[in-house]
């Protein structure tokens, strides 16, 4: 039965996935009377998935094929003492000693006790990076290195990128972890060259176990930090230790990153988060509204989920605001209250008011071309432009993704969309035509 559920399972999930979930995860001992099926994970965070996601299909699939209830019982494995206690001992503080004996940096470490594996809810958008990062996080520095997590704002890199972090300091209390925003590696190399103090810097980043770097795309066209990064990379990938970043884009869509970063940025797995689909949207409100003990029912989650289709963190936020207005207003939670709660969220009304179509019809009216030229593939300069700052408008007024402005414009790449908003958005401050232009559109478009 094991094989046939796994060989159902392998269909189902992707081979990273797989491998995270299923590889190291293996039946022991059946009780026939109970129907106990003792289970070995390899760690608590395993087990966790397996309790909350898995069994139950686990369940279902043994009644399918056997026609067995099946009770399913997961254990830690451990290859030295099966008694062994999984959860790390609290270490002891030393009172008289109140120097730290770790080096300063293992104070700094800033993890979002949140932003754990548990906590991280799994749908189709993201589930290829969550089995990478639990793959990563099971065995550093040897699947892939680096891992490249790449995808847009709100989406969960930060959460996976800390969870990564959260499980390997579970399992080795004294692993030496660094969680830094890019921006802090570019100012501690500065401040590092002002005081001299190179060394130290070099030792808190070239030492490291676990080098988490997030939102990497702001060592854009920074050619000395590019440089030193590329040293600390070298150091630490010699050293099989593993090293994850974040970034809004692929190293390739990182202006003026230099060659080799962005070859060595290919050499381990680069994996794509994508908005997460109404369904996701539901589960992760669910789990919000249950952590905050708030107990919503499914059309109001429908509703909130409906309304906010891309980034997560709004997500909470509309959570958050109906909440309030319940709180303000003593009344229960339901749509008509949410729908209440969320009219004044601007992203709400932005969705609502805005929508591409009008955006296209305004600039193409505007620039005296058709809305079909802007959605074409022409490649002059008189619709070229245009098409351009339709774009970057949409991406400015309204909620959408990448993606689904391209959708928008005759189905072009989300590249396409990102280069177009980033050439208006500089041209805006160079050209004063453009400016002139694009002040006037949004005028019209009462912005
Ligand atoms: P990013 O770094 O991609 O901008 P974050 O990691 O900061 O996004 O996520 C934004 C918020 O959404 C955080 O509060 C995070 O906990 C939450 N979040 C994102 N993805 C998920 C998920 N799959 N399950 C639960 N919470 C999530
Ligand atoms: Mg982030």
Same mark, same amino acid.
């Given at each position: 039965?094991?094989?046939?559920?796994?060989?159902?399972?392998?269909?189902?999930?992707?081979?990273?996935?797989?491998?995270?979930?299923?590889?190291?995860?293996?039946?022991?001992?059946?009780?026939?009377?109970?129907?106990?099926?003792?289970?070995?994970?390899?760690?608590?965070?395993?087990?966790?998935?397996?309790?909350?996601?898995?069994?139950?299909?686990?369940?279902?699939?043994?009644?399918?094929?056997?026609?067995?209830?099946?009770?399913?019982?997961?254990?830690?494995?451990?290859?030295?003492?099966?008694?062994?206690?999984?959860?790390?001992?609290?270490?002891?503080?030393?009172?008289?000693?109140?120097?730290?004996?770790?080096?300063?940096?293992?104070?700094?470490?800033?993890?979002?006790?949140?932003?754990?594996?548990?906590?991280?809810?799994?749908?189709?958008?993201?589930?290829?990076?969550?089995?990478?990062?639990?793959?990563?996080?099971?065995?550093?520095?040897?699947?892939?290195?680096?891992?490249?997590?790449?995808?847009?704002?709100?989406?969960?890199?930060?959460?996976?990128?800390?969870?990564?972090?959260?499980?390997?300091?579970?399992?080795?209390?004294?692993?030496?972890?660094?969680?830094?925003?890019?921006?802090?590696?570019?100012?501690?190399?500065?401040?590092?060259?002002?005081?001299?103090?190179?060394?130290?810097?070099?030792?808190?980043?070239?030492?490291?176990?676990?080098?988490?770097?997030?939102?990497?795309?702001?060592?854009?066209?920074?050619?000395?930090?590019?440089?030193?990064?590329?040293?600390?990379?070298?150091?630490?990938?010699?050293?099989?230790?593993?090293?994850?970043?974040?970034?809004?884009?692929?190293?390739?869509?990182?202006?003026?990153?230099?060659?080799?970063?962005?070859?060595?940025?290919?050499?381990?797995?680069?994996?794509?988060?994508?908005?997460?689909?109404?369904?996701?949207?539901?589960?992760?409100?669910?789990?919000?509204?249950?952590?905050?003990?708030?107990?919503?029912?499914?059309?109001?989650?429908?509703?909130?989920?409906?309304?906010?289709?891309?980034?997560?963190?709004?997500?909470?936020?509309?959570?958050?605001?109906?909440? !309030?207005?319940?709180? @303000?207003? /003593?009344?229960?939670?339901?749509?008509?209250?949410?729908?209440? #709660?969320?009219? +004044? &969220? $601007?992203?709400?009304?932005?969705?609502?008011?805005?929508?591409?179509?009008?955006?296209?019809?305004?600039?193409?009216?505007?620039?005296?071309?058709?809305?079909?030229?802007?959605?074409?593939?022409?490649?002059?300069?008189?619709?070229?432009?245009?098409?351009?700052?339709?774009?970057?408008?949409?991406?400015?007024?309204?909620?959408?993704?990448?993606?689904?402005?391209?959708?928008?414009?005759?189905?072009?790449?989300?590249?396409?969309?990102?280069? !177009?908003?980033?050439? @208006?958005? /500089?041209?805006?401050?160079?050209?004063?035509?453009?400016?002139? #232009?694009?002040? +006037? &559109? $949004?005028?019209?478009?009462?912005?």
């Amino acid at each position: 039965f094991w094989q046939h559920f796994n060989n159902e399972m392998r269909e189902r999930f992707n081979e990273v996935a797989y491998n995270a979930w299923f590889k190291n995860t293996k039946p022991i001992s059946y009780d026939k009377e109970k129907h106990e099926l003792k289970i070995s994970v390899q760690n608590p965070v395993s087990k966790g998935y397996w309790e909350k996601n898995l069994s139950s299909q686990l369940i279902q699939s043994a009644y399918g094929y056997a026609g067995i209830e099946l009770l399913p019982i997961f254990q830690v494995a451990d290859t030295n003492s099966p008694e062994r206690i999984v959860t790390p001992e609290p270490r002891r503080i030393n009172i008289e000693n109140k120097k730290p004996a770790k080096p300063g940096f293992m104070q700094n470490l800033q993890l979002n006790d949140k932003y754990t594996f548990d906590n991280f809810v799994q749908g189709e958008g993201n589930k290829l990076a969550a089995g990478a990062a639990l793959a990563v996080a099971d065995s550093p520095g040897s699947f892939y290195n680096p891992l490249f997590i790449f995808g847009g704002v709100g989406l969960g890199k930060t959460h996976l990128m800390q969870a990564i972090g959260h499980q390997m300091l579970a399992e080795k209390p004294d692993a030496k972890i660094v969680y830094i925003q890019s921006e802090t590696f570019v100012n501690d190399f500065i401040n590092s060259i002002k005081n001299k103090t190179q060394d130290e810097f070099r030792e808190k980043y070239r030492t490291c176990d676990l080098l988490l770097v997030d939102d990497i795309q702001f060592f854009a066209k920074k050619e000395g930090i590019q440089e030193e990064f590329f040293h600390t990379f070298e150091t630490l990938y010699n050293d099989q230790k593993q090293i994850v970043m974040t970034s809004d884009r692929l190293p390739t869509e990182i202006p003026d990153l230099s060659e080799r970063l962005v070859s060595r940025f290919t050499w381990g797995l680069q994996v794509e988060i994508t908005p997460p689909d109404l369904e996701t949207r539901i589960a992760i409100l669910r789990r919000k509204a249950e952590s905050e003990g708030l107990t919503i029912d499914d059309n109001t989650l429908n509703y909130i989920a409906s309304q906010v289709d891309t980034n997560i963190r709004e997500l909470e936020g509309a959570l958050v605001k109906v909440q !309030a207005h319940a709180t @303000i207003e /003593k009344e229960d939670i339901n749509p008509s209250l949410a729908r209440e #709660a969320l009219t +004044d &969220l $601007k992203l709400v009304q932005k969705d609502r008011g805005l929508q591409i179509p009008k955006i296209q019809e305004v600039v193409a009216n505007y620039f005296q071309t058709s809305t079909e030229e802007l959605k074409g593939k022409k490649r002059v300069r008189q619709i070229v432009v245009p098409r351009q700052i339709a774009m970057y408008l949409s991406r400015e007024l309204t909620n959408a993704s990448l993606p689904k402005i391209g959708q928008e414009f005759g189905g072009k790449d989300h590249t396409t969309v990102m280069h !177009a908003c980033d050439k @208006i958005g /500089k041209q805006i401050q160079t050209d004063t035509e453009i400016k002139a #232009a694009v002040f +006037d &559109l $949004k005028q019209m478009l009462d912005h």
